[in-house]
């Protein structure tokens, strides 16, 4: 399992609010002796069970409310291939999650309190050991490339439905040829879609590497009104690199005399 949006995924640490909110309202007993008290003991630890019963539920479903959001804006993903999927990781991570905010709402009870830090722990290294190296797999398969940003420009003006032959358009065979030079490259490298009309059209401003929702992009993308503007493109297409994180920059482009997408490096 790896993330899109990693920055996004220290969004977990919002854990520590119920935690912090619970130990700050935690209240000590005080301990008054009374002789009729004997009668009550009974009732009372049973009542006490209860109580600590409905404090776990409650710790348990705050962390993992702020821990799905922050999960959601991190938009985990598993990659094609993966050696550990998504149902198994994710899963483990919302109950290492979960255990460890109720090891804190049942702290009077110490073995118990053990146990669930002991396994919650276990878990988080568990599950941040297989994001580590389901990364450096995926880093593996690219024999040698590095990771990149890529912008792919298509040319969607008005001169690209003409018939290229075969029952497509000149559109759909840019598209085709995108989707070709997507799932020809390595998992690390990073496709943002600008679609070059009269004015460009951004399909993504975060670089993807799923590559199943590129390819729900790209099957969407559709030809405009009007002449394709170039210069407006390649600005858009560097903004969008500036604003990536990785090492490799690369706008593929439009080159009618050999192919409607071919590879121009970009320092």
């Not at 404090?55 to 291939?81: E, I, K, Q, W």
């Not at 990781?89 to 002991?118: D, E, H, S, T």
């Not at 722990?121 to 990771?147: D, K, S, Y």
């Not at 070059?196 to 399909?203: E, R, T």
Request: hydrophobic content about 50%.
């Amino acid at each position: 399992m790896l993330f899109l949006n990693p920055a996004l995924a220290l969004g977990l640490l919002g854990i520590s609010i119920p935690i912090l909110l619970h130990i700050f309202n935690r209240k000590s007993a005080k301990v008054f002796d009374w002789g009729a008290m004997r009668f009550l003991l009974q009732s009372m630890a049973s009542r006490t069970r209860r109580i600590e019963l409905e404090d776990a539920l409650l710790m348990a479903a705050r962390c993992l409310v702020f821990a799905t959001l922050a999960l959601a804006l991190a938009r985990p993903f598993s990659p094609p291939g993966s050696l550990v999927p998504w149902v198994v990781v994710l899963p483990l991570l919302l109950v290492g999650i979960a255990a460890f905010g109720v090891a804190f709402a049942v702290w009077q009870n110490g073995k118990l309190r053990a146990w669930l830090l002991f396994a919650s722990l276990l878990v988080f290294a568990l599950v941040g050991a297989a994001i580590f190296f389901e990364q450096q797999w995926n880093l593996r398969r690219l024999g040698g490339g590095g990771e990149q940003d890529v912008v792919l420009i298509i040319d969607a003006s008005t001169s690209m439905t003409a018939d290229a032959g075969g029952g497509r358009s000149l559109f759909e065979r840019a598209v085709g040829e995108a989707r070709e030079i997507v799932n020809g490259s390595g998992r690390a490298t990073a496709y943002s879609l600008v679609l070059a009309g009269p004015s460009p059209v951004v399909l993504n401003r975060s670089p993807l590497t799923d590559r199943d929702e590129l390819e729900t992009l790209l099957s969407g993308a559709r030809a405009s009104d009007g002449a394709m503007a170039l210069t407006e493109a390649l600005r858009e297409a560097s903004v969008l690199l500036s604003g990536g994180e990785r090492g490799g920059k690369r706008i593929p482009m439009p080159a009618p005399w050999t192919s409607w997408v071919s590879s121009i490096v970009r320092s």
